[in-house]
């Protein structure tokens, strides 16, 4: 296997945020599920807009933060995502550039508009999304290079692609891509009602063997297993986990290095990775942001990443991080 010119390639939906706080009857009064994500059309999005109080807008996504964040830290970092030729879509390709983050995905020049997430935040920091997918759902497999997929250690992969059809079209293209390269594949859930949406099809993805790595926050892996013990989650993915080792072995692929730690200091945003697992499983708290307070925990319990990024990790979190994930 030849060396990774990038460590991390992600795909996902590439948005622009637009945040503003709110109060919890705003959320009422807009037949809003406080806590999660909504796919709106268009007219919705624009009434939500007109509702909503003085906003900010930032270049964003689940994927594409993550990937900005990992960035920051000095890995070769890469994105996948579809907007239009547009002024929101240019906004986007500069912002995630300027990151130092490759970006090479042709933008649109006909079809829907650039995509855009209005987030409202609640006092008790608390987001809940409204997503406008716009030409984000216009991803296809044809986006995917494969030579960028077989160049990249990790291809990381967003839940919210699983809505779009030609998305999760890349998303299945990116992640046999990566596995025919020996690279890793990893998968955020992204948020509980995506899961509720896709909850057997992304079970398939851990049994196959699709993903190596999983992410998800508490409410998200109880969800995917209908129970509401935490606990008993977790049981039921390492059987997952177990099986699909077995299965793995059969066809002669190696499964990935155990990641393996306890519950830990809330310093870093992981509360749990459940130990002598074949699938690494990170487990984040709920209601933080994917942007730099997730990306560096993602990074470092991944354990997959060159020394001058764990490096740099180390020296930001010091005991709490190498606590955590101990010598590479």
Not at 158 to 181: I, M, S
Not at 212 to 235: G, I, M, P, R, W
């Amino acid at each position: 296997m030849t060396a990774a010119s990038y460590d991390v390639v992600g795909l996902g939906n590439a948005i622009v945020d637009v945040i503003a706080r709110a109060e919890d009857d705003f959320l009422i009064g807009h037949g809003m599920r406080k806590g999660a994500m909504a796919l709106i059309e268009e007219p919705r999005a624009e009434a939500i807009y007109a509702a909503m109080g003085p906003a900010i807008e930032i270049s964003g996504g689940s994927a594409a933060n993550t990937i900005a964040g990992i960035a920051s830290f000095g890995a070769r970092a890469a994105f996948v995502g579809k907007v239009k030729d547009d002024v929101l879509g240019r906004a986007f390709a500069h912002d995630i550039r300027s990151a130092g983050v490759k970006f090479a995905t042709p933008l649109a020049t006909s079809g829907p508009s650039t995509a855009r997430s209005y987030i409202l935040v609640t006092p008790d920091g608390e987001r809940t999304m409204n997503t406008y997918l716009g030409a984000a759902q216009r991803l296809a497999p044809e986006d995917v290079d494969p030579g960028l997929v077989a160049a990249s250690a990790i291809t990381y992969l967003e839940g919210y692609l699983w809505d779009p059809r030609d998305a999760k079209d890349a998303f299945v293209k990116a992640a046999t891509l990566a596995h025919e390269a020996r690279r890793l594949v990893a998968l955020t859930l992204s948020d509980a009602f995506c899961v509720d949406r896709w909850r057997d099809e992304f079970l398939d993805l851990i049994r196959k063997r699709t993903v190596d790595v999983l992410f998800a926050n508490e409410a998200e892996l109880k969800s995917l297993y209908q129970t509401a013990d935490f606990d008993t989650a977790v049981a039921a993915l390492r059987a997952d986990a177990l099986a699909s080792r077995h299965g793995s072995a059969r066809a002669g692929v190696s499964p990935p290095r155990l990641t393996s730690a306890s519950k830990s200091s809330a310093c870093v945003p992981c509360t749990y990775v459940a130990p002598s697992t074949p699938l690494p499983i990170m487990i984040f708290m709920p209601g933080v942001f994917d942007a730099s307070v997730t990306a560096p925990a993602k990074i470092a319990l991944m354990r997959y990443l060159p020394p001058v990024l764990l490096s740099s990790l180390s020296s930001m979190y010091g005991s709490v991080y190498r606590t955590m994930v101990g010598s590479k």
